[in-house]
Nanobody
Framework: QVQLVQSGGGLVQAGGSLRLSCAASEDTFTPYGMGWFRQAPGKGREFVAD????????YYAGSVLGRFTISRDNAKNMVYLQMNSLKSEDTAVYYC?????????????????WGQGTQVTVST
C-alpha cells in the first residue's frame, strides 16, 4: 500500500510564501499524475493543481493560477507545491494525492492515494 507523507505548511502572513512537500513511500511507485487539493473550514475539498508524472505537464485551478507552482522530482518520488502571494482565502488543509492511471485530472475519484493533510493558515 502506497503512503503519501506530507510536510511543510504552517502560518504565514498574506503576501508570503510557503512550500508543501509530499513523498511517496515506495520507490517503485510511478503514478500517472500527482495532485494537490485543499479543504477550507466548512467547505468541500477542491482541486488545486495536478502534474503528469512522465511529462511534467501541470494544471491549475483558476484561483491559484499564476501564484502556485506544482513540481515533481521523479528520482525522489516527491511532489511539491510552491505557494506565493498567499491570500487569506488560501487558508485550508492541503492534501496531496496520486492517481495511478490515465484519467482526467482534478476529480477526486481519480486519485487513489492521499496524504495526511497539512494546515496552511494565511493571516491578514
Amino acid at each position: 500500500q502506497v503512503q503519501l507523507v506530507q510536510s511543510g505548511g504552517g502560518l504565514v502572513q498574506a503576501g508570503g510564501s510557503l512550500r508543501l512537500s509530499c513523498a511517496a513511500s515506495e520507490d517503485t511507485f510511478t503514478p500517472y499524475g500527482m495532485g494537490w487539493f485543499r479543504q477550507a473550514p466548512g467547505k468541500g475539498r477542491e482541486f488545486v493543481a495536478d502534474i503528469r508524472w512522465s511529462s511534467g505537464s501541470a494544471y491549475y485551478a483558476g484561483s491559484v493560477l499564476g501564484r502556485f507552482t506544482i513540481s515533481r522530482d521523479n528520482a525522489k518520488n516527491m511532489v511539491y507545491l510552491q505557494m506565493n502571494s498567499l491570500k487569506s482565502e488560501d487558508t485550508a488543509v492541503y492534501y496531496c494525492a496520486a492517481r495511478p492511471r490515465y484519467g482526467p485530472s482534478g476529480f477526486e475519484d481519480e486519485y487513489e492515494y492521499w496524504g495526511q493533510g497539512t494546515q496552511v493558515t494565511v493571516s491578514t
